[in-house]
């Protein structure tokens, strides 16, 4: 059974910091490009960061670039979003994504809300 298992969403003050981390099993995971996605309400869903299999590329939204890293660690099946500098447009549903050539597996989401 394919398992994406997104959390360390939270309510977080303006200029704070949230680290999601996203627990894959089921599958092959150092095959698979990993992506972050996010969806705000009435907005629809877009690609935040992503990771190819082995770490050695990554590529931002470019209005997170400079504040969010993602990385990996494939010996712990893992995918992590570090957000710095957060922003109240930052608010939203954050979705972990594993793709492998026309397979795309998702997780359930986790809440991150900026808010004072």
């Known amino acids: 059974q394919v398992l994406l298992v997104e959390s360390g969403g939270d309510l977080v003050q303006p200029g704070g910091s949230l680290k999601l981390s996203c627990a894959a099993s089921?599958?092959?995971?150092?095959?698979?490009?990993m992506r972050w996605y996010r969806q705000a309400p009435g907005k629809e869903r877009e690609l935040v960061a992503d990771?190819?299999?082995?770490?050695?590329?990554?590529n931002y939204l470019d209005s997170v670039k400079g504040r969010f890293t993602i990385s990996r660690d494939n010996a712990k099946n893992t995918v992590y979003l570090r957000m710095n500098s957060l922003k109240p447009e930052d608010t939203a549903v954050y979705y972990c994504n594993a793709h492998y050539w026309a397979v795309d597996y998702w997780g359930q989401g986790t809440q991150v809300t900026v808010s004072s």
């Open positions: 089921g599958f092959t995971f150092s095959y698979y490009a």
């Open positions: 990771i190819t299999s082995n770490g050695g590329s990554k």
